[in-house]
Structures are given as C-alpha cells and as structure tokens.
C-alpha cells in the first residue's frame, strides 16, 4: 500500500505514512464482543468500516481524526475479549495521513484508543486484559509521534499524578504511589468481615484492600488517598498474597470541583 516508516521508539509498533488504507484479511466478525464496537460519527471511521474493520473508536488528534479498528476477535471469560489484527488510524477527514500498526512478532497487539489527558492519545493493547502499550501526541508543527507510555498521568486540573504502575505487583506499586502522595486507605475494618483472597491481601500487609472477587480473572479493590483525589487500584490474578498480584488499572476520584 505504499508506506513510509517513521521513528518509533515503542518495540513491535510501527508508526507509517501511508495514503491507503486496505481491507482486512477477513470481514470483522465481533459475535460476542459487538459492545466494543461503536457506530463511526467520522469520514475516517466510515471509511474503515466501509472497507471491513470493526471500528472500536474515534478520537481527535490536533487537526486529524485518530480511529482504532480491528480485523477480528476472540471471546474469553468474565466477558472479555481479545482484538485481532488492531490498528490505529491518522486521517484528514477521509484520507489517510499515518497508520500505527503491529509487526508480527510483536509482544502485544494494539486494540482501541482513548485519550489521554487533554492532548493525547494512549493506544491501549488487545489483549483480554489491554494494558498501555504507547500514546500519541501531535506538535506545533502538525507533526505526530509514537511514544512509549508517559511515566505518569495528571488527574484534577493537574494537581494529582499517577505514576504508570501497569503490570507491577501491588507490594511495589504502593511504594511508588506513596512517592507520588498516594496513601493507603482502610476500608475494610480491624473485626469486619472480608472474603478470603482479601483477607490474604490484609495479613501480607495490603491493609488498602477493599474487595475481591472469586471467580474469572481474581480481580481486586484497593484504596488510596492523596491531598486532591481517592485512587481505585485494581489487581488481576491470584498467586501468593506475600508476593501481591500486579496492577491491571485504577481510576482517579477529584476531590476538586469540576475535576476529572
């Protein structure tokens, strides 16, 4: 399709300039995970799905429209879904100006989009369970870029930062969060009744625990506070409580008014 590779500094990623966009391999089947997919409002999103893709989302990028699409998908359980064959999209209205692809034997795989803070855009992977795998970003100049996942996340009109503790154990992530003035929060009282993985989580000194669950993927609650906002962490996966399960994500609560 005639394309021109960039620098990209995100292993297994390539960031092109390309002017055509071809139709997957297959037409897009998405069965069970239908609810990932969304009715493109763009020229760009239109054309992919058009052509095949299952468009997963649209976003803005300066003065060009970012669409993540993907060729396939596969069901798992506790109702997650793997995306096949995921790319993201650069276009001005209907022409396509770059495309973010995976190489074949890349590690991770990209699935959708969303923006990250008030400029940016994190390319997430398609695994069953995504985790960031790069961000966009467009200068001055109108040029875009492919970066590494940033080191952290402002929340709260600025005021809080979260450190990109993706994938570590939550023992580790905690030490790094209180760096950053994230606090553990005791949700579950010294005497209150708590489900057996949280109880392992509490003796191994994990006292921000607030709930798990006992079946599919073992996720758990864990709590934090800083000066701005409370921090929800959640875990993935069972193991040892004394080793701690890893960081599958968190989402941020402003304490601030009209935060986000």
């Known amino acids: 399709m005639g394309q021109v590779a960039l620098a990209s500094p995100v292993p297994g990623l390539v960031l092109t300039q390309v002017s055509r966009l071809p139709s997957p391999p297959a037409s897009a089947d998405a069965g069970y995970c239908q609810r990932l997919l969304i009715t493109p409002a763009t020229e760009a999103g239109a054309l992919a799905r058009d052509l095949g893709w299952a468009v997963t989302a649209e976003l803005k990028l300066g003065p060009y429209d970012a669409v993540s699409f993907a060729g396939g998908f596969e069901a798992g359980t506790s109702g997650s879904c793997r995306l096949i064959d995921g790319n993201v999209g650069i276009f001005e209205r209907d022409r396509l100006?770059?495309?973010?692809?995976?190489?074949?034997?890349?590690?991770?795989?990209?699935?959708?989009?969303?923006?990250?803070?008030?400029?940016?855009i994190r390319i997430w992977s398609g695994d069953?369970?995504?985790?960031?795998?790069?961000d966009l970003h467009e200068d001055e100049n109108g040029t875009v870029s492919l970066e590494m996942p940033a080191a952290l996340e402002r929340f709260c009109e600025g005021e809080a930062e979260v450190p990109n503790i993706y994938g570590m154990p939550i023992a580790q992530a905690r030490s790094?969060?209180?760096?950053?003035?994230?606090?553990?929060?005791?949700?579950i009282l010294p005497g209150q009744e708590a489900?057996?993985?949280?109880?392992?989580?509490?003796?191994?000194?994990?006292?921000?625990?607030?709930?798990?669950?006992?079946?599919?993927?073992?996720?758990?609650?864990?709590?934090?506070?800083?000066?701005?906002?409370?921090?929800?962490?959640?875990?993935?996966?069972?193991?040892?409580?004394?080793?701690?399960p890893p960081v599958?994500?968190?989402a941020v609560?402003?304490?601030?008014p009209g935060g986000s």
């Open 176 to 187: 790094i969060l209180a760096d950053h003035g994230w606090l553990p929060f005791r949700s």
């Open 248 to 250: 599958a994500g968190y």
């Open 97 to 120: 100006v770059h495309l973010v692809y995976a190489e074949p034997d890349a590690e991770l795989g990209i699935g959708r989009i969303e923006p990250f803070e008030t400029t940016g």
């Open 195 to 244: 489900d057996p993985r949280s109880q392992a989580l509490l003796q191994a000194g994990m006292t921000e625990v607030e709930t798990c669950s006992g079946t599919g993927f073992g996720y758990c609650s864990l709590l934090y506070e800083g000066q701005f906002a409370r921090l929800s962490v959640t875990s993935v996966g069972e193991g040892d409580a004394a080793i701690t």
């Open 253 to 256: 609560s402003c304490a601030l």
């Open 128 to 134: 069953f369970l995504p985790q960031p795998i790069a």
